[in-house]
Protein backbone atom coordinates (compact mmCIF):
# COMPACT_ATOMS: atom_id res chain seq x y z
CA UNK A 1 0.00 0.00 0.00
CA UNK A 2 2.82 2.80 1.08
CA UNK A 3 4.38 1.79 -2.46
CA UNK A 4 1.34 2.60 -3.83
CA UNK A 5 0.91 5.32 -2.26
CA UNK A 6 4.45 6.21 -2.96
CA UNK A 7 4.21 5.64 -6.73
CA UNK A 8 1.21 7.87 -7.02
CA UNK A 9 2.01 10.51 -5.26
CA UNK A 10 5.64 11.20 -7.07
CA UNK A 11 3.28 10.75 -10.22
CA UNK A 12 1.09 13.23 -8.94
CA UNK A 13 3.79 15.53 -8.26
CA UNK A 14 5.26 14.96 -11.70
CA UNK A 15 2.43 15.74 -13.37
CA UNK A 16 2.19 18.85 -11.72
CA UNK A 17 5.67 19.89 -12.27
CA UNK A 18 4.61 18.84 -15.79
CA UNK A 19 1.62 20.92 -16.05
CA UNK A 20 3.62 24.31 -14.12
CA UNK A 21 6.50 23.56 -16.78
CA UNK A 22 5.01 25.63 -19.44
CA UNK A 23 4.98 28.51 -17.05
CA UNK A 24 8.49 28.07 -15.51
CA UNK A 25 10.45 25.91 -18.11
CA UNK A 26 12.05 28.56 -20.66
CA UNK A 27 10.03 31.70 -20.53
CA UNK A 28 9.69 32.23 -16.49
CA UNK A 29 13.56 31.21 -15.88
CA UNK A 30 15.61 33.32 -14.35
CA UNK A 31 19.11 31.89 -15.96
CA UNK A 32 17.85 29.90 -19.08
CA UNK A 33 16.58 31.12 -22.71
CA UNK A 34 13.77 32.92 -22.47
CA UNK A 35 15.69 36.07 -20.03
CA UNK A 36 17.66 37.16 -23.11
CA UNK A 37 17.44 37.29 -26.58
CA UNK A 38 18.19 34.34 -28.49
CA UNK A 39 19.57 35.99 -31.56
CA UNK A 40 22.45 37.77 -29.36
CA UNK A 41 25.62 36.23 -28.42
CA UNK A 42 25.71 34.76 -25.06
CA UNK A 43 21.65 34.25 -25.22
CA UNK A 44 20.14 30.61 -24.12
CA UNK A 45 21.62 29.43 -20.88
CA UNK A 46 20.23 26.12 -19.53
CA UNK A 47 19.94 25.11 -15.84
CA UNK A 48 22.50 23.62 -14.01
CA UNK A 49 23.53 19.98 -15.50
CA UNK A 50 21.54 20.52 -18.85
CA UNK A 51 22.12 20.95 -22.40
CA UNK A 52 21.11 23.39 -24.32
CA UNK A 53 20.46 23.46 -28.74
CA UNK A 54 20.34 26.02 -31.07
CA UNK A 55 19.33 26.44 -34.82
CA UNK A 56 18.95 29.72 -36.04
CA UNK A 57 18.64 30.77 -39.64
CA UNK A 58 18.77 34.18 -40.81
CA UNK A 59 18.43 35.84 -43.80
CA UNK A 60 19.99 39.64 -44.33
CA UNK A 61 19.05 41.68 -47.64
CA UNK A 62 21.94 44.38 -48.61
CA UNK A 63 20.42 47.21 -51.16
CA UNK A 64 22.29 50.03 -52.63
CA UNK A 65 25.59 51.71 -52.14
CA UNK A 66 26.50 54.00 -49.29
CA UNK A 67 29.64 56.31 -48.83
CA UNK A 68 29.90 57.68 -45.33
CA UNK A 69 26.54 58.42 -44.29
CA UNK A 70 25.64 59.19 -48.04
CA UNK A 71 23.80 57.28 -50.36
CA UNK A 72 25.61 56.71 -53.70
CA UNK A 73 23.76 55.37 -57.04
CA UNK A 74 25.71 52.50 -59.28
CA UNK A 75 25.93 55.38 -62.36
CA UNK A 76 27.76 57.74 -60.59
CA UNK A 77 30.71 55.07 -59.74
CA UNK A 78 30.53 53.29 -63.21
CA UNK A 79 32.75 54.03 -65.86
CA UNK A 80 36.89 53.36 -66.45
CA UNK A 81 38.98 52.42 -64.13
CA UNK A 82 41.66 54.39 -65.78
CA UNK A 83 42.40 57.25 -67.79
CA UNK A 84 45.68 58.28 -69.92
CA UNK A 85 47.36 56.07 -66.95
CA UNK A 86 45.76 57.64 -64.45
CA UNK A 87 43.18 56.03 -61.65
CA UNK A 88 39.85 57.83 -62.32
CA UNK A 89 37.49 56.53 -59.40
CA UNK A 90 35.34 55.00 -61.41
CA UNK A 91 35.00 51.04 -61.74
CA UNK A 92 34.01 48.36 -64.60
CA UNK A 93 31.75 46.89 -61.81
CA UNK A 94 29.73 48.00 -58.87
CA UNK A 95 27.48 45.71 -56.39
CA UNK A 96 23.83 46.50 -56.50
CA UNK A 97 22.23 44.04 -53.65
CA UNK A 98 23.22 41.38 -52.08
CA UNK A 99 21.33 38.33 -50.50
CA UNK A 100 22.57 36.52 -47.65
CA UNK A 101 21.36 33.51 -45.83
CA UNK A 102 23.18 32.30 -42.63
CA UNK A 103 22.37 29.07 -40.70
CA UNK A 104 23.82 28.97 -36.95
CA UNK A 105 23.85 25.30 -35.29
CA UNK A 106 24.75 25.26 -31.68
CA UNK A 107 25.24 22.89 -28.67
CA UNK A 108 25.97 23.76 -25.25
CA UNK A 109 25.96 22.43 -21.55
CA UNK A 110 26.11 24.04 -17.85
CA UNK A 111 28.38 22.24 -15.75
CA UNK A 112 27.68 24.42 -12.93
CA UNK A 113 25.30 27.25 -11.78
CA UNK A 114 28.48 29.66 -12.97
CA UNK A 115 30.13 27.97 -15.44
CA UNK A 116 28.67 27.03 -19.09
CA UNK A 117 30.28 25.87 -22.53
CA UNK A 118 29.16 25.74 -26.06
CA UNK A 119 30.43 25.67 -29.63
CA UNK A 120 28.61 27.49 -33.15
CA UNK A 121 28.67 25.99 -36.27
CA UNK A 122 28.02 28.02 -39.01
CA UNK A 123 26.47 27.65 -42.58
CA UNK A 124 26.34 30.49 -45.19
CA UNK A 125 25.31 31.36 -48.52
CA UNK A 126 26.38 34.84 -50.21
CA UNK A 127 24.80 35.73 -53.69
CA UNK A 128 26.00 39.74 -54.99
CA UNK A 129 24.38 41.04 -58.09
CA UNK A 130 26.95 42.95 -60.03
CA UNK A 131 26.47 45.84 -62.86
CA UNK A 132 28.84 46.29 -65.43
CA UNK A 133 29.57 49.71 -67.38
CA UNK A 134 29.34 49.99 -70.88
CA UNK A 135 32.41 48.68 -72.12
CA UNK A 136 31.84 45.22 -70.21
CA UNK A 137 28.34 45.35 -71.24
CA UNK A 138 29.16 45.44 -74.51
CA UNK A 139 32.02 42.73 -74.68
CA UNK A 140 29.84 40.03 -72.65
CA UNK A 141 26.31 41.00 -73.67
CA UNK A 142 25.20 41.18 -70.42
CA UNK A 143 23.83 43.89 -67.73
CA UNK A 144 25.88 42.20 -65.16
CA UNK A 145 25.89 38.85 -63.54
CA UNK A 146 25.91 37.44 -59.47
CA UNK A 147 28.78 36.53 -57.56
CA UNK A 148 28.20 33.29 -55.34
CA UNK A 149 29.60 31.35 -52.76
CA UNK A 150 28.26 28.85 -50.12
CA UNK A 151 29.38 26.45 -47.68
CA UNK A 152 30.62 26.19 -44.18
CA UNK A 153 31.62 29.62 -42.35
CA UNK A 154 33.83 29.63 -39.07
CA UNK A 155 33.28 28.05 -36.07
CA UNK A 156 33.21 29.44 -32.38
CA UNK A 157 33.56 28.02 -29.11
CA UNK A 158 32.61 29.58 -26.53
CA UNK A 159 32.43 29.88 -22.27
CA UNK A 160 30.13 32.15 -20.10
CA UNK A 161 31.00 32.58 -16.61
CA UNK A 162 28.84 34.65 -14.13
CA UNK A 163 30.82 36.83 -11.78
CA UNK A 164 27.52 37.91 -10.28
CA UNK A 165 23.82 36.83 -8.66
CA UNK A 166 22.05 38.98 -6.32
CA UNK A 167 20.60 35.20 -6.17
CA UNK A 168 21.88 32.12 -7.19
CA UNK A 169 18.92 30.36 -8.46
CA UNK A 170 16.80 33.22 -9.68
CA UNK A 171 18.31 36.44 -9.83
CA UNK A 172 17.47 39.28 -10.49
CA UNK A 173 20.41 41.33 -11.51
CA UNK A 174 23.91 39.61 -12.96
CA UNK A 175 27.00 39.79 -14.76
CA UNK A 176 28.95 37.31 -16.65
CA UNK A 177 32.15 37.45 -18.89
CA UNK A 178 31.82 35.74 -22.37
CA UNK A 179 35.21 34.33 -23.55
CA UNK A 180 35.32 32.75 -27.54
CA UNK A 181 37.38 32.10 -29.71
CA UNK A 182 36.59 31.71 -34.25
CA UNK A 183 37.78 28.72 -35.50
CA UNK A 184 38.62 29.14 -39.43
CA UNK A 185 36.57 26.68 -40.86
CA UNK A 186 35.37 28.72 -43.29
CA UNK A 187 36.90 29.12 -46.73
CA UNK A 188 39.26 32.01 -48.12
CA UNK A 189 39.30 30.18 -51.21
CA UNK A 190 35.90 31.15 -52.75
CA UNK A 191 36.64 31.89 -56.75
CA UNK A 192 34.74 33.90 -59.26
CA UNK A 193 33.37 30.78 -60.85
CA UNK A 194 29.82 32.70 -62.08
CA UNK A 195 32.09 35.52 -63.95
CA UNK A 196 30.25 35.85 -67.69
CA UNK A 197 34.24 36.19 -68.87
CA UNK A 198 35.73 33.10 -68.42
CA UNK A 199 39.66 34.78 -67.50
CA UNK A 200 37.81 36.15 -64.62
CA UNK A 201 36.79 32.91 -63.40
CA UNK A 202 40.36 31.93 -61.73
CA UNK A 203 40.05 35.15 -59.40
CA UNK A 204 39.26 35.18 -55.92
CA UNK A 205 35.80 36.46 -54.75
CA UNK A 206 36.37 39.72 -52.74
CA UNK A 207 36.75 40.13 -49.11
CA UNK A 208 32.75 40.03 -48.37
CA UNK A 209 31.81 37.07 -50.55
CA UNK A 210 34.44 34.74 -48.66
CA UNK A 211 32.82 32.23 -46.19
CA UNK A 212 35.58 33.01 -43.24
CA UNK A 213 38.30 35.23 -42.22
CA UNK A 214 41.42 32.97 -42.23
CA UNK A 215 42.43 33.28 -38.72
CA UNK A 216 42.04 32.57 -35.03
CA UNK A 217 40.09 35.51 -33.90
CA UNK A 218 39.21 35.67 -29.66
CA UNK A 219 36.49 37.31 -28.05
CA UNK A 220 35.64 38.81 -25.12
CA UNK A 221 32.60 40.32 -23.20
CA UNK A 222 30.63 41.84 -20.70
CA UNK A 223 26.96 40.48 -20.43
CA UNK A 224 24.65 42.51 -17.71
CA UNK A 225 20.89 40.97 -16.94
CA UNK A 226 18.26 42.78 -14.46
CA UNK A 227 14.64 41.69 -13.95
CA UNK A 228 11.77 42.82 -12.26
CA UNK A 229 8.76 40.65 -13.41
CA UNK A 230 7.21 41.18 -16.08
CA UNK A 231 9.90 42.74 -17.50
CA UNK A 232 13.63 42.19 -18.32
CA UNK A 233 16.86 44.22 -19.88
CA UNK A 234 20.32 43.90 -20.01
CA UNK A 235 23.40 45.06 -22.36
CA UNK A 236 25.86 42.99 -24.07
CA UNK A 237 29.06 44.34 -24.75
CA UNK A 238 31.66 42.26 -26.87
CA UNK A 239 35.01 42.95 -28.60
CA UNK A 240 36.15 40.79 -31.38
CA UNK A 241 40.35 40.85 -31.97
CA UNK A 242 42.11 39.70 -35.11
CA UNK A 243 46.01 39.78 -34.24
CA UNK A 244 47.58 38.84 -37.33
CA UNK A 245 47.28 38.26 -41.26
CA UNK A 246 45.89 34.99 -42.79
CA UNK A 247 47.33 32.92 -45.61
CA UNK A 248 46.43 35.22 -48.31
CA UNK A 249 47.74 38.17 -46.55
CA UNK A 250 45.13 40.06 -45.14
CA UNK A 251 42.84 40.40 -42.36
CA UNK A 252 39.47 41.13 -41.14
CA UNK A 253 39.22 44.87 -38.79
CA UNK A 254 38.60 44.59 -34.95
CA UNK A 255 35.13 44.61 -33.66
CA UNK A 256 33.26 46.22 -31.16
CA UNK A 257 29.37 45.06 -30.65
CA UNK A 258 26.86 46.95 -28.11
CA UNK A 259 23.53 45.11 -27.76
CA UNK A 260 20.72 46.78 -25.39
CA UNK A 261 17.24 44.59 -25.03
CA UNK A 262 14.01 44.30 -22.79
CA UNK A 263 11.76 41.95 -22.71
CA UNK A 264 8.14 42.21 -21.94
CA UNK A 265 5.62 38.87 -20.91
CA UNK A 266 2.96 39.04 -22.32
CA UNK A 267 1.12 36.13 -20.94
CA UNK A 268 3.11 32.74 -19.49
CA UNK A 269 4.25 31.29 -22.76
CA UNK A 270 5.04 34.76 -24.96
CA UNK A 271 7.57 37.20 -24.60
CA UNK A 272 7.80 40.82 -26.31
CA UNK A 273 11.47 42.20 -27.04
CA UNK A 274 12.88 45.28 -28.58
CA UNK A 275 16.59 45.58 -28.83
CA UNK A 276 18.63 48.34 -29.76
CA UNK A 277 21.94 47.10 -31.40
CA UNK A 278 25.65 48.91 -32.54
CA UNK A 279 28.02 47.76 -34.10
CA UNK A 280 31.68 49.17 -35.13
CA UNK A 281 34.05 47.30 -37.22
CA UNK A 282 37.31 48.13 -39.00
CA UNK A 283 38.95 48.09 -42.31
CA UNK A 284 40.45 45.00 -44.26
CA UNK A 285 44.78 45.05 -43.46
CA UNK A 286 46.58 44.02 -45.74
CA UNK A 287 45.38 42.98 -49.51
CA UNK A 288 44.62 39.28 -51.05
CA UNK A 289 46.38 38.13 -53.80
CA UNK A 290 44.50 38.60 -57.13
CA UNK A 291 44.28 34.58 -58.23
CA UNK A 292 43.73 31.24 -56.71
CA UNK A 293 47.06 30.32 -57.79
CA UNK A 294 48.74 32.55 -55.24
CA UNK A 295 50.50 35.08 -57.51
CA UNK A 296 51.19 38.61 -55.57
CA UNK A 297 49.70 41.79 -56.75
CA UNK A 298 46.88 43.89 -55.84
CA UNK A 299 43.26 42.48 -56.17
CA UNK A 300 41.76 43.61 -59.93
CA UNK A 301 39.35 41.45 -60.78
CA UNK A 302 41.33 40.24 -63.99
CA UNK A 303 42.74 43.93 -65.17
CA UNK A 304 46.73 44.55 -64.22
CA UNK A 305 46.47 48.44 -65.19
CA UNK A 306 43.90 49.00 -62.97
CA UNK A 307 43.85 49.72 -59.46
CA UNK A 308 40.42 47.85 -58.35
CA UNK A 309 38.45 46.96 -61.50
CA UNK A 310 35.43 47.18 -58.63
CA UNK A 311 35.44 48.72 -55.13
CA UNK A 312 34.79 45.05 -53.78
CA UNK A 313 38.92 44.60 -53.90
CA UNK A 314 39.87 47.54 -52.28
CA UNK A 315 40.37 46.73 -48.25
CA UNK A 316 39.69 50.38 -47.77
CA UNK A 317 36.10 50.25 -48.52
CA UNK A 318 35.40 47.44 -45.45
CA UNK A 319 34.70 48.83 -42.03
CA UNK A 320 31.84 51.47 -40.85
CA UNK A 321 29.60 51.79 -37.38
CA UNK A 322 25.83 50.85 -37.72
CA UNK A 323 22.87 51.26 -35.03
CA UNK A 324 19.68 48.56 -35.77
CA UNK A 325 16.79 48.81 -34.15
CA UNK A 326 15.33 44.75 -33.70
CA UNK A 327 11.28 43.78 -32.64
CA UNK A 328 11.08 39.93 -32.00
CA UNK A 329 8.86 37.93 -30.07
CA UNK A 330 9.33 34.26 -28.06
CA UNK A 331 7.07 31.48 -28.01
CA UNK A 332 7.11 28.26 -25.59
CA UNK A 333 4.64 25.99 -27.75
CA UNK A 334 6.30 23.12 -25.88
CA UNK A 335 7.81 22.98 -22.06
CA UNK A 336 11.89 23.01 -22.95
CA UNK A 337 11.53 24.93 -25.71
CA UNK A 338 11.19 28.13 -27.34
CA UNK A 339 10.59 29.82 -30.46
CA UNK A 340 11.67 33.07 -31.46
CA UNK A 341 11.25 35.52 -34.36
CA UNK A 342 13.74 38.38 -35.28
CA UNK A 343 12.89 41.76 -37.61
CA UNK A 344 15.81 44.23 -37.71
CA UNK A 345 16.19 47.83 -39.69
CA UNK A 346 19.02 49.69 -39.08
CA UNK A 347 18.41 53.30 -38.13
CA UNK A 348 21.79 54.60 -38.91
CA UNK A 349 24.97 53.81 -41.24
CA UNK A 350 28.44 55.20 -41.42
CA UNK A 351 30.49 52.91 -43.66
CA UNK A 352 34.06 53.34 -44.61
CA UNK A 353 32.90 53.22 -48.93
CA UNK A 354 31.61 52.89 -51.48
CA UNK A 355 30.39 49.59 -49.89
CA UNK A 356 26.96 47.72 -50.09
CA UNK A 357 24.71 48.85 -46.95
CA UNK A 358 21.75 46.79 -44.95
CA UNK A 359 18.46 46.53 -46.10
CA UNK A 360 16.63 44.56 -43.54
CA UNK A 361 17.37 41.00 -41.88
CA UNK A 362 14.86 38.59 -40.03
CA UNK A 363 15.90 35.92 -37.82
CA UNK A 364 14.18 32.82 -36.76
CA UNK A 365 15.50 30.55 -33.53
CA UNK A 366 14.45 27.36 -32.69
CA UNK A 367 15.59 26.84 -28.87
CA UNK A 368 15.81 23.15 -27.10
CA UNK A 369 16.74 22.09 -23.40
CA UNK A 370 17.28 18.95 -22.15
CA UNK A 371 17.49 18.37 -19.01
CA UNK A 372 19.99 15.24 -17.29
CA UNK A 373 19.18 12.92 -14.57
CA UNK A 374 21.71 15.17 -12.59
CA UNK A 375 19.37 18.87 -12.66
CA UNK A 376 17.16 19.80 -10.69
CA UNK A 377 14.26 19.71 -13.40
CA UNK A 378 14.57 16.03 -14.31
CA UNK A 379 11.50 14.34 -14.79
CA UNK A 380 12.74 10.78 -15.44
CA UNK A 381 9.87 8.58 -13.84
CA UNK A 382 8.64 7.46 -10.27
CA UNK A 383 12.40 7.08 -9.01
CA UNK A 384 12.62 10.71 -9.44
CA UNK A 385 9.88 11.84 -8.26
CA UNK A 386 9.54 10.03 -5.29
CA UNK A 387 12.90 11.09 -4.40
CA UNK A 388 11.85 14.81 -4.45
CA UNK A 389 9.54 14.08 -1.80
CA UNK A 390 12.43 12.29 0.39
CA UNK A 391 11.06 8.68 -0.15
Known amino acids: MKKAF ?32 LNILGGG ?22 D ?11 GMPVMMGMPTGRYMAVPTGMDMTMVNMA ?3 SFTDDFFGGIMFMWRRNDMDMEFNSMMKSMTGKDGFTMESEGMADTMVMAKYRLHADDPLVPTSQVSLLLGLSLPTGSINELNRTHPVATRRAELL ?31 LIYTARFYDNSRDWRLGDELTLDLYAMYQ ?10 LGGRSWGGIRGEMDSVASGASGRATQGDPTSPYATPLYDPDNYGGNKVSVTAGLQW ?24 MEEDYRVMFTWYLELPTPSSIRYMGGERQGAARLGF
Open 6 to 37: VSLLAAAVVLLQAADASAYIGLCCGKCGGNMP
Open 45 to 66: VPETNEFRFKVGPMFMRMDGLR
Open 68 to 78: GTDRLDADDLL
Open 107 to 109: AGF
Open 206 to 236: PYSMQLGSGTFDPKVGILYQGSSSPLWWGAN
Open 266 to 275: LRYDLVAQLQ
Open 332 to 355: QPFPLQIVEIDFGVPVYQDLNGPQ
